[in-house]
């Protein structure tokens, strides 16, 4: 099973069957559909490296070691097979 980054970039959907899955936990989702776990993980869109979420005050944002705060309208959402 190949491991695909979501094209339309929207949290939660399954990168195989393109539906949405269910939070098991955070960063961790099940697909109904496919009967498949993820970890979700968050990229960053200028150096396609690992970023951080950070969550505070009602706020989500992420964060790249090398590149700074990531709007999280940019953000790629990346799920791997658990």
């Not at 980054?5 to 269910?22: A, D, F, S, W, Y």
């Amino acid at each position: 099973m190949t491991n695909k980054t979501v094209n339309n970039n929207q949290e939660g959907l399954c990168p195989t069957c393109h539906n949405k899955m269910n939070v098991v936990s955070p960063q961790h989702y099940n697909c109904p559909h496919c009967k498949q776990h993820y970890f979700e993980q968050f990229i960053c869109p200028i150096c396609q490296q690992s970023a951080q979420i950070i969550k505070g005050c009602g706020a989500i944002n992420y964060i790249c070691p090398s590149d700074g705060l990531i709007s999280s309208s940019k953000v790629i959402f990346h799920y791997l097979p658990e």
